[in-house]
């Protein structure tokens, strides 16, 4: 239902856009998000957006860096990352949230793409 794309291998302080596209409307009405998860940690919180007015929220390592947007006409979220960091390095999962505001945490969402591979090296 939800198909992520746009990972791959960059060097620090590069720059990669994530999309993610909803092939069955998972979208509809409700906010979208990204998590990563780095190898032997958490599944984190990189940002969401919400239904209607696209406020947008962050969290603090990805702040100023990332960027979320939504286009529902296409059903499509992108995540525009730039100033990339090694830390930055986890696969990245895009996800519909269970409501049209959404939150931080994963279990307020029910829908999940299979996740792209982002990996920041020299």
């Known amino acids: 239902q939800l198909q992520a794309s746009g990972g791959g291998l960059v060097r620090p302080g590069g720059s990669l856009r994530l999309s993610c596209a909803d092939s069955?409307?998972?979208?509809?009405?409700?906010?979208v998000g990204w998590f990563r998860q780095a190898p032997g940690k958490e599944r984190e919180f990189v940002t969401r957006?919400?239904?209607?007015?696209?406020?947008?929220f962050y969290s603090d390592s990805v702040k100023g860096r990332f960027t979320i947007s939504r286009d529902n006409a296409k059903n499509t979220v992108y995540l525009q990352m730039n100033s990339l960091k090694p830390e930055d390095t986890a696969v990245y999962y895009c996800?519909?949230?269970?409501?049209?505001?959404?939150?931080?945490?994963?279990?307020?969402?029910?829908?999940w793409g299979q996740g792209t591979q982002v990996t920041v090296s020299s």
């Open positions: 957006i919400v239904w209607r007015g696209n406020t947008t």
């Open positions: 996800a519909a949230a269970r409501s049209p505001f959404g939150s931080p945490f994963a279990v307020d969402y029910n829908y």
């Open positions: 069955r409307r998972t979208f509809s009405n409700n906010a």
